[in-house]
């Protein structure tokens, strides 16, 4: 329970913000039920500060009774939480609100109020609330001491070690001790160490300190263990007495610092700042900090130690050393040097496999290893390891005066919305694989995020996700796929598990004990072959708001997906991606409070009509669902979803009239159809897409005042844009007219065009005033161009990939001409199929000076490249199926190539064998470049 008061309290916070919201919203229409719920945060106002003194200043006498009490508290909290989810369902949608009007509107929620007892639940869950107040005043109560306060959970560090103590830094120490002796940089630069608490940070920095080099590079070594409540002043002043070895008797700021101006002048120091752990501290905290640090000698360091990166980066704006777990073979040995120093040689060989096993429990968390291994000093018998090995580490009474204030310290200073979001994580496996997006996703529809004015609550659940990585509650990690991921570590996620107990429960096939349903709120299953007396187990917790399935083997039970839907009539989450289902029940409609429903990965292959009913539903995700073909029909009613994420390519059309669904953030494709409802129009007032899309079936829009109606140039999140045509069967002035009316917003970074039928591209293409930003350009199957659009005066592009064009030759036009000649920014530059081109020249200095690959494919007349020595950054260069190219240019190749690629292009490939006509062309270059040619 060591984490319970700060989880209530976290709790309530939020429920507070819901609370002002909704009286914002419904001030003035409702007095007598608006009255009751503002009585009703009054005393949920109580309740938070009665919480935070039960924390601090244990004013309840006994323990058991203490936690009873915060478990009601708790069950209050989500009975005033249901209630509002109540009444957010009872109003009208409020994209309908200005269709109805405000009258009617407050109307007929009255009328909704009466018949669904809400003055009464308000009231019922009041008078339990004040009976608590009422009830720990009066017996429970201790006198209250105005001058008790939280004792600061941090110890104090010097620069004293025992390097012998000290396992599997001497990497991380050598590079240290090298930046520190670097006279390179500012005259006074700083190295942060970065990392989680209890990872070894402050030891890393001992070990630099003593270091031998360190002392005689350095006139001044100073240490300084910040302190909880530090400020300019007191730092500047311990960094003084530190030096003086002697109280210093000032208090003003100048003098202090004219004193330590007088210590450092003329000399090389080194000052350590040891854990500095608060965000709250600002840029001009460090710029008064480091005034008086000038007039020290170049070379001169500053080594800080936080937990944040945030911290990291007020203290200067080079990269931090991120100081990593160490691995469970030295964890092994941190645990044997204290576990094993009184057990013989046949004793440390039996318990030694045990021990490797638990070693891997530490997380690579060397106090969690040193934590361990005192523990297990004690214990003799095989039996009593094999007990560690089982049972949970947080059961040991050395972690929870060793352990926990490492790691509780970062959690109490987290924002209540962020301990939220936080110990959400814990229904997910340890060791899973977190999608930025996907887990905003989720904290918004849980109702963790807390509005910001017009800030977005996707960007605001950005802020969050980062505020956490900096803290080092997550990491980042690369997958199979070399996709950017993030993950736990396994004490941060027991962590995540024990702040959330009894809320955020996991269960899983074959639990000796089952966890208590009473508060749960968020669930997961976890397991390899799912039993029924597990699905069973899950319908007795009736409130559940999060429902998640990892399973390996499938869910193949019909009767409990029926059933969870008629039971869990509170969900905001359901994910069954994963679990082979092939269909919803029509009892889906029973959850009307559905946010978010995933079932990607399965082999679904419709949905149930009754989904149009969840008109909560906000994220829908089919990803990766192959048979599935087509969308309800009345999708038009899922007014507040805003992610629709599937491949819609696969389906054969849209839903009539989605135009209403005027929040939609995510839709990768739309499918433009002939009739009304389902015309390109209907993307009108979609204004929120961002992301990717893909609008397809353009030979469906009849003319360019149709293609305006889109507006995509009022679409500013929107990132990439693909249009496509299914063939070329329009006309030539009818594709050119389209094209020009699908202008889109100047943000856009990627641009695809397929299958287009003009003869030449509208202006904006190569309009730097309208795609400023653009970076990625895709032209294909555009056979009836016989010009490239000019499109040199884009700034920002960097990859440009040309493919099927009949035209015949690429001249100087291609690089523009005048002030906006060549392509300042372009990398990557490919021609793939052009069957026509014959020649290609025109390149001149500093046409292309950033680019690095050039690929030519599939171009069966090409004779002749132009001059590519003058592509100064040129490192790749694949020629490829090329059969008619006669030579290397004349000039030669760009001394900065790396790799010559040449496939299946006979004349070039024998004048660039070892030997052959253009071989000393390539071995100009120094060093010669990887050569792969298919002989």
């Keep these: 329970m060591e984490f319970l008061y700060v989880s209530v309290g976290a709790s309530l916070q939020v429920l507070l913000e819901k609370f002002s919201n909704f009286a914002v919203k419904e001030s003035d229409q409702i007095s007598d039920v608006d009255e009751k719920i503002q009585k009703l945060r009054r005393t949920l106002l109580m309740i938070e500060s009665l919480v935070d003194d039960i924390d601090s200043q244990r004013l309840i006498s006994c323990e058991k009774l203490r936690q009873t009490w915060l478990q009601d508290a708790t069950t209050h909290i989500f009975d005033a939480e249901d209630l509002l989810d109540e009444i957010d369902l009872m109003r009208p949608n409020s994209d309908n609100a200005s269709i109805l009007g405000t009258h009617t509107q407050a109307l007929g929620i009255v009328s909704l109020f009466k018949n669904w007892c809400t003055p009464h639940k308000i009231c019922e869950i009041q008078k339990k609330l004040e009976g608590m107040l009422e009830e720990t005043d009066r017996r429970c109560m201790k006198k209250k001491d105005p001058h008790s306060h939280a004792t600061s959970q941090r110890s104090h560090t010097s620069s004293f070690i025992d390097e012998g103590s000290v396992i599997g830094r001497n990497e991380d120490k050598r590079q240290i001790v090298e930046m520190l002796l670097s006279i390179e940089g500012a005259k006074v630069s700083v190295i942060p160490i970065v990392g989680m608490g209890g990872i070894g940070k402050s030891a890393l920095a001992q070990l630099v300190y003593n270091d031998k080099d360190i002392e005689n590079c350095f006139d001044l070594r100073i240490w300084i263990s910040v302190s909880v409540d530090y400020d300019v002043v007191s730092i500047t002043k311990s960094i003084v007495e530190s030096v003086m ?532 350009i895709e032209l294909r199957n555009c056979k009836n161009c016989k010009v490239l659009p000019t499109l040199s005066h884009l700034p920002a592009l960097k990859s440009l990939y040309i493919e099927e064009f009949d035209l015949t030759k690429l001249e100087h036009e291609f690089c523009g001409s005048g002030i906006n000649k060549g392509f300042p920014s372009l990398e990557h530059l490919t021609f793939f199929d052009m069957p026509k081109l014959v020649s290609w020249e025109g390149i001149t200095a500093m046409d292309m000076p950033r680019l690095g690959t050039l690929k030519i494919s599939d171009c069966p007349k090409l004779g002749s490249l132009p001059s590519l020595h003058f592509l100064s950054s040129l490192e790749n260069l694949d020629i490829m199926r090329c059969p008619e190219l006669q030579s290397l240019p004349v000039e030669g190749l760009p001394i900065s190539l790396k790799k010559l690629l040449i496939e299946e292009s006979d004349i070039l490939k024998e004048r660039c064998r070892e030997g052959g006509a253009d071989w000393s062309k390539i071995t100009a270059i120094q060093p010669i470049p990887t050569i792969e040619i298919d002989y």
């Excluded at 996907?438 to 004015?453: M, P, T």
């Excluded at 994420?645 to 739309?670: C, R, V, W, Y």
């Excluded at 929120?688 to 360019?704: A, S």
């Design 245 to 776: 070895e002697k109280r210093l008797n000032l208090s003003e700021l100048d003098k202090i610092q004219v004193k330590l101006q007088n210590i450092l002048k003329k000399k090389r120091f080194l000052l350590v700042l040891d854990d500095m752990w608060n965000e709250n501290i600002s840029h001009n905290f460090w710029d008064v900090l480091r005034s008086p640090f000038s007039v020290g000698l170049s070379g001169s360091k500053v080594l800080v130690t936080t937990r944040s990166s945030v911290v990291s980066s007020i203290f200067t704006i080079t990269d931090p050393y991120h100081l990593q777990p160490l691995s469970d073979k030295d964890c092994w040995k941190l645990i044997a040097q204290k576990a094993l120093s009184n057990k013989n040689e046949d004793k440390k060989k039996e318990l030694e496999v045990i021990g490797e096993k638990i070693a891997e429990k530490c997380g690579g968390l060397p106090l969690a290893a040193k934590t361990i291994g005192s523990a297990l000093c004690s214990k003799f018998a095989k039996s009593e390891w094999e007990a560690l090995l089982e049972n949970k580490l947080w059961d040991l009474p050395e972690y929870k005066t060793e352990v926990f204030p490492a790691l509780r310290l970062s959690y109490n200073y987290l924002p209540a919305p962020l301990k939220k979001c936080f110990a959400y994580c814990s229904i997910f496996p340890h060791k899973y694989e977190f999608q930025k997006d996907e887990l905003v996703q989720l904290w918004a529809v849980e109702g963790f995020i807390q509005s910001q004015g017009v800030k977005r609550n996707e960007d605001i659940g950005n802020d969050y996700f980062d505020n956490l990585l900096s803290s080092c509650f997550f990491f980042k990690d690369v997958n199979r796929s070399g996709q950017q991921v993030y993950s736990m570590r396994g004490l941060i996620h027991e962590m995540a598990r024990l702040v959330s107990a009894d809320i955020c429960i996991q269960m899983e096939d074959g639990m000796t004990h089952l966890p208590k349903f009473i508060n749960a709120r968020h669930s997961s299953l976890l397991s390899q072959n799912i039993q029924s007396r597990t699905l069973k187990e899950f319908q007795r917790c009736r409130r559940l708001k999060t429902f998640m399935v990892f399973c390996e083997s499938g869910l193949r039970d019909d009767k409990f997906l029926y059933a969870l839907f008629v039971n869990f009539q509170c969900l905001h989450v359901l994910n069954l991606s994963n679990t082979g289902i092939s269909e919803l029940p029509d009892s889906i409609d029973n959850s009307k409070r559905l946010r978010y429903l995933n079932v990607s990965k399965t082999n679904i292959w419709k949905l149930p009509e009754s989904i149009a009913c969840l008109s909560r539903l906000e994220i829908l995700k089919l990803q990766e669902c192959p048979k599935f073909l087509q969308l309800p029909k009345d999708m038009k009613n899922l007014v507040k979803l805003r992610h629709l994420d599937l491949n819609i390519k696969q389906l054969s059309s849209m839903p009539s009239e989605l135009g209403k669904l005027t929040n939609l953030q995510t839709l990768s494709a739309f499918i433009v159809g002939k009739y009304e409802g389902c015309q390109i129009g209907e993307l009108e007032n979609m204004r929120n897409l961002q992301g990717r899309i893909c609008i397809t079936n353009l030979e469906n829009v009849p003319n360019v005042e149709d293609a305006k109606k889109a507006k995509l140039g009022e679409k500013p999140y929107l990132a990439s844009l693909e249009l496509l045509w299914n063939d070329q069967g329009d006309s030539i002035k009818k594709g050119e007219e389209v094209l020009g009316g699908l202008r889109p917003h100047c943000k856009l970074q990627a641009l695809k065009v397929i299958n287009y039928s003009g003869i030449t591209f509208p202006s904006w293409l190569g309009d730097p005033s309208v795609l400023w930003k653009l970076e990625d």
